[in-house]
């Protein structure tokens, strides 16, 4: 029999531990040149969210690297690339210690390949040519200065005394190193403050010439130029992805250097460099490409003939991917896929038939009755652009709302900024919309997907764009009749954090607003952040300190006069990129201003809640902090979060 409750206040299917433990937390994958052997990483929560590299043996997923080595790098802080396995043999970054490790088949301890130093290392590339091992490493060994970044070529078998000889050097940043099939050719990409990637990147590629690199030519790239991606294709031309036309599309290069489009659509084949080793496409043969791209947040994957630029589609059905991995000798690829109603899952995908085979994944802990489909929606922004979205109505088949009653919306501002909300199934979302909420989850001004002239609205109006596209998408919906004006939640992680703390200091549109690790002093963040980011304001704010008066006027930390919301902030103790300072700051002058404020700050946690007891408790507070400030029942009892000024 179906119940009548007010929303919020429904009883739910998935419970915080689903949220934690429902499916598998898959990385990235990598298939073994000797072989296609499948290997993956998973994390896992209830060991405060060590990475560990699992493979298959005898039919089994088996876990390869033991507690307690945990497979992450720390380089840009966001790291990616940590790991590669070849002939079984895998090499990979530690994070207690950042040393690179090598693990042979059969052996059960990794063995350090590098000395405990000041180095990290990431986008680990192997030559199995001329068996040398490529990484990016980031020397932090001068206190109080900068972080160094270099490319550098290391012996996989170790002992690395000198944490790897230099091999390019000279710019701020350097990435994607890529060898040639024959050893011979080096490509990498390279940029320089206050440059992210996806502004702008240069190409470069060079001869190996025993230790040393000649005949260093650019490629394409520049200032104004993003490349992802470079890669190597059997008859020798260099692969690469370029928003030069405006959208992030396939080019090749050949040995004079001229540049021929293979793909030419309103579609982006690219990805933002947050994080080493992404890709989007893979070689399948001489006359093949496996491809992957994006439209309006859903991913589409393809087959692209080489000689006359024919983009075939696949019939499958996913609609996020991760990076592209390509069967050696098969016309198949190997991602971690999924869609709005199914669970991530390690998938093979034959390019022909469009087969699709889950080789590891977790079934749906939930009835498909229950499941909250979003609707991709889009509206006018107050600058005369067009915002985008996806909204998910509450849905619970056990229980309806009162006649006439408009659900409580949650608005969700994703991270980055320079980034992307897609469809992912997400145990999370479901937990909200099966007890009555709707969320809205916003693509603002500065997604990537949309086109560079999309990612660009952002520059220099960071905490404008993505605040009038959030409040404008909230209107929609209301005049849709889809959300309570009275019940409007805002939340966010990181740059979603900012965003939240930017709408509740600039409007009056939301009734709460919940920041994890939120930014909430632009100036901090300008001279307290790590390298990777600290000169990112650059473009979304204006160099500092020479635009000083905009960084204190964009911060929320300086305008809680305004305010008029209550305030849930969740911290981690050891956050690296936004420091615990900036929440503590926020608290305090919430606290000042008398509004209803909660902070919790979890000890030993950084940028993204990886343990599991920081993750129960985040979701508890969000529940507790929600039901005592719009005042309805809980269904299931929850520990209560106290509130200051309630």
Not at 2 to 16: A, E, L, N
Not at 111 to 128: G, H, K, N, Q, V
Not at 372 to 391: M, N, R
Not at 596 to 601: G, H, K, M
Request: aromatic content about 10%; hydrophobic content about 35%.
């Amino acid at each position: 029999m179906t119940q009548t409750r007010p929303y919020g206040s429904w009883p739910s299917p998935i419970s915080i531990t689903d949220v934690i433990n429902g499916g598998l937390k898959l990385g990235d994958l990598r298939l073994d040149p000797a072989g296609n052997t499948l290997f993956w990483t998973e994390s896992r929560p209830a060991e405060g969210g060590r990475t560990t590299i699992m493979t298959f043996e005898n039919g089994e997923a088996v876990e390869r690297t033991p507690a307690p080595f945990n497979v992450r790098s720390r380089v840009h802080e966001y790291g990616g690339g940590a790991w590669l396995v070849n002939n079984g043999t895998l090499i990979f970054a530690n994070f207690s210690d950042q040393r690179l490790y090598r693990l042979d088949p059969g052996a059960s301890v990794p063995a350090a390949i590098t000395p405990e130093s000041a180095y990290r290392y990431a986008d680990l590339t192997l030559d199995p040519v001329h068996n040398r091992l490529y990484a990016i490493r980031e020397d932090h060994s001068i206190p109080e200065t900068e972080a160094v970044n270099t490319l550098v070529v290391l012996d996989p078998a170790g002992p690395n005394t000198d944490g790897g000889r230099i091999l390019v050097s000279g710019t701020d940043f350097v990435s994607s190193p890529t060898i040639d099939p024959a050893g011979n050719r080096l490509a990498w990409l390279s940029w320089n403050h206050p440059n992210m990637p996806w502004d702008g990147c240069d190409l470069l590629t060079a001869t190996i010439s025993g230790d040393d690199l000649s005949d260093i030519r650019h490629i394409a790239g520049g200032a104004e130029e993003s490349i992802f991606q470079p890669g190597w294709l059997p008859d020798g031309r260099l692969a690469f992805v370029s928003d030069r036309s405006g959208w992030w599309n396939l080019y090749t290069s050949d040995d004079e250097g001229t540049i021929t489009t293979l793909t030419d659509r309103e579609s982006e084949f690219g990805k933002p460099g947050w994080q080493f080793g992404a890709s989007t496409w893979g070689v399948i043969d001489d006359t093949t490409l496996a491809v992957s791209w994006t439209n309006g947040g859903l991913w589409s994957l393809g087959s692209l003939d080489l000689a006359s630029g024919d983009l075939r589609e696949i019939d499958q059905p996913c609609t996020v991917f991760g990076s592209i991995s390509v069967a050696a000798g098969e016309r198949a690829v190997v991602t971690i896929a999924g869609s709005a109603t199914d669970p991530a899952a390690i998938v093979r995908i034959d390019l022909d038939s469009g087969q699709t085979r889950i080789l590891r994944g977790s079934d749906l802990a939930i009835d498909r009755a229950n499941l909250s489909v979003p609707e991709s929606i889009s509206w006018p922004t107050p600058d005369g652009a067009t915002a985008y979205g996806f909204y998910y109505p509450p849905v619970n088949a056990g229980v309806q709302a009162p006649a006439g009653e408009v659900p409580p919306l949650i608005v969700e501002s994703h991270g980055g900024p320079t980034g992307a909300t897609n469809p992912w199934f997400s145990y999370k979302v479901q937990f909200w919309t099966t007890r009555g909420f709707a969320i809205l989850d916003v693509n603002y001004g500065g997604s990537t997907g949309f086109g560079r002239e999309y990612r660009k609205r952002l520059n220099d109006n960071w905490g404008i764009v993505d605040v009038q596209d959030c409040i404008s998408g909230v209107n929609a919906l209301i005049e849709r009749g889809l959300a309570d004006p009275d019940r409007v939640i805002i939340r966010g992680g990181s740059a979603g954090g900012y965003t939240t703390l930017a709408a509740l200091t600039t409007s009056d549109v939301f009734r709460i607003g919940t920041s994890y690790y939120g930014i909430g002093d632009l100036e901090t963040l300008a001279t307290d952040t790590h390298k990777f980011e600290s000169r990112y304001l650059d473009n979304l704010i204006g160099p500092y300190p020479e635009a000083r008066d905009i960084y204190i006027e964009r911060s929320p930390v300086h305008h809680t006069n305004r305010l008029s919301a209550a305030m849930l902030l969740l911290q981690g103790s050891d956050d690296k990129v936004v420091p615990p300072n900036q929440a503590h700051a926020m608290a305090a002058a919430v606290r000042a201003k008398n509004l209803p404020v909660a902070l919790v700050e979890f000890e030993g946690e950084g940028h993204g809640f990886r343990g599991e007891p920081a993750q129960r408790r985040s979701l508890e507070a969000e529940l507790s902090f929600y039901s005592q400030i719009f005042g309805f029942g809980l269904p299931d009892p929850v520990p209560p979060i106290e509130i200051e000024n309630l």
